[in-house]
């Protein structure tokens, strides 16, 4: 099955917002309200921060927002802060013959 | 507070077999209202999902993998495993267990992942 592309990183100011894309095709993304978003600090268990589009699971702050526009998906997190520094993956339901697709992920570095 | 611990060997020979084991605690592998997942990173590639299983038993695997892979449910314990075979240096990754609801692509509880290098 085809990945989900992200930017390989993005870079932001403490205080600033940044928002990471996740670009998929009709079969996933653009078909299924279903992509999530997980932030992953290295060593540490992946941590879901975003299910079916914008839903923010309980504990997850708020200055982390999901959204979606055809086949694009996009995560935004806002007021930087230095522990948001991690990787940053997407994931979604798809039509093809598997559970879920993911993105190659995207490093987020907090200037 | 749910928690997913994978375990297995660090290093294996090109061929042979490779078998992974998840202990869950705070949630039972044998309510129905979950899958059991296995999801693989390797160096350079997208989160890849392998399969899921059940606690019915029944398991699902992901079209590139199922000829090589296989998902079981521990006898007593609250734990599943992956079993692989006929490695090769592609598989080298970061191998992780996760929990999704049943019917669904979004994994809610991850463990910390278990490196798996294939080399000789």
């Known amino acids: 099955q085809s990945a989900l592309t992200q930017p390989a990183s993005v870079s932001g100011s403490p205080g600033q917002s940044i928002t990471i894309s996740c670009t998929g095709t009709?079969?996933?993304?653009?078909?299924?309200?279903?992509v999530s978003w997980y932030q992953h600090h290295a060593g540490k268990a992946p941590k879901l921060i975003i299910s079916a589009v914008s839903d923010r699971p309980s504990g997850v702050s708020h200055r982390f927002s999901g959204s979606k526009s055809g086949n694009t998906a996009s995560l935004t997190i806002s007021g930087l802060q230095a522990d948001d520094e991690a990787d940053y993956y997407c994931?979604?339901?798809?039509?093809?013959?598997?559970?879920?697709?993911f993105g190659g992920g995207t490093k987020l570095t907090v200037l | 507070q749910v928690q997913l611990r994978e375990s297995g060997p660090g290093l294996v020979k090109p061929s042979q077999t490779l078998t992974l084991t998840c202990t869950v605690s705070?949630?039972?592998?044998?309510?129905?209202?979950?899958?059991w997942n296995w999801i693989r990173h390797r160096p350079g590639e997208a989160l890849e999902w392998i399969g899921y299983i059940y606690h019915s038993g029944d398991a699902y695997y992901s079209p590139s993998l199922k000829r090589r892979v296989s998902i079981s449910l521990g006898t007593s314990q609250n734990q599943f495993s992956l079993r692989v075979t006929s490695l090769t240096a592609a598989d080298t990754g970061l191998y992780y267990c996760?929990?999704?609801?049943?019917?669904?692509?979004?994994?809610?509880?991850w463990g910390q992942g278990t490196l798996v290098t294939v080399s000789s």
């Open positions: 996760a929990r999704s609801y049943s019917g669904s692509s979004t994994f809610d509880y």
């Open positions: 705070g949630a039972s592998i044998r309510r129905a209202d979950y899958y």
């Open positions: 009709s079969s996933d993304i653009g078909r299924y309200k279903y």
């Open positions: 994931g979604s339901y798809t039509s093809e013959d598997t559970l879920a697709v």
